[in-house]
C-alpha cells in the first residue's frame, strides 16, 4: 500500500522560508515523478507546484518560480520543498504527490500526502 507522510510546514513570517518533506513507502520510490500541490481555499482544486522527474529534474508553476525549490533522496524514499520568500499569498495546506510525466506534462497519480499547513504569523 502507497502510504505518503509529510512533515514540515506551520508558522512563518513573511519573508522567511520553510522546508517540506515527504516519505513514501509502499512504492519503488525511484520509478516515479514527484510533485507539490496547495490549496488555498477549502473544497477549491489543488493547485500545482512544482514537480520532479525521477532523474531529478525540477518544474515549477509561475507562481513559485524562482523562490521554491523541489528535490529528492531516492536513497531516503523523499521528496523535499524548499520554500524562500514565502508571503502571505503562499498561505495554503501543502499536499506531497507521486506521479509520471506523459511527455512534457506532469500527471498525478491519486497517491496524496496528508496535507501541511503554511500559515503566516502577524
Known amino acids: 500500500q502507497v502510504q505518503l507522510v509529510q512533515s514540515g510546514g506551520g508558522l512563518v513570517q513573511p519573508g522567511g522560508s520553510l522546508t517540506l518533506s515527504c516519505t513514501a513507502s509502499g512504492m519503488f520510490f525511484s520509478t516515479y515523478a514527484m510533485a507539490w500541490y496547495r490549496r488555498q481555499v477549502p473544497d477549491a482544486e489543488r493547485e500545482f507546484i512544482a514537480?520532479?522527474?525521477?532523474?531529478?529534474?525540477?518544474e515549477y508553476a509561475d507562481v513559485v518560480k524562482g523562490r521554491f525549490t523541489i528535490s529528492r533522496d531516492n536513497a531516503k524514499n523523499t521528496h523535499y520543498l524548499q520554500m524562500n520568500s514565502l508571503n502571505p499569498e503562499d498561505t495554503a495546506v501543502y499536499y506531497c504527490?507521486?506521479?509520471?510525466?506523459?511527455?512534457?506534462?506532469?500527471?498525478?497519480?491519486?497517491?496524496w500526502g496528508q496535507g501541511t499547513q503554511v500559515t503566516f504569523a502577524s
Open positions: 514537480a520532479i522527474t525521477r532523474d531529478g529534474k525540477p
Open positions: 504527490n507521486a506521479g509520471a510525466y506523459d511527455g512534457s506534462r506532469y500527471k498525478s497519480y491519486d497517491y
